[in-house]
């Protein structure tokens, strides 16, 4: 998870301390709790 934030959103894993993932929603925060990425990204890729 760490390497798609570096490639797809540009967050240095230096910067980024916190990944969470809740309810399919991808949140992730810096050292200081400050949020950097607040998004509903996360898909089932569950077949039905």
């Known amino acids: 998870m760490g390497e798609l934030l570096v ?17 399919g929603k991808l ?5 200081d709790s400050e949020l950097l990425v607040d998004e509903e990204s996360i898909t089932s890729t569950t077949p039905s």
């Open 27 to 31: 949140l992730v925060y810096d050292h």
């Open 7 to 23: 490639e797809q959103r540009g967050i240095s894993l230096d910067t980024g301390g916190t990944i969470d993932i809740l309810g």
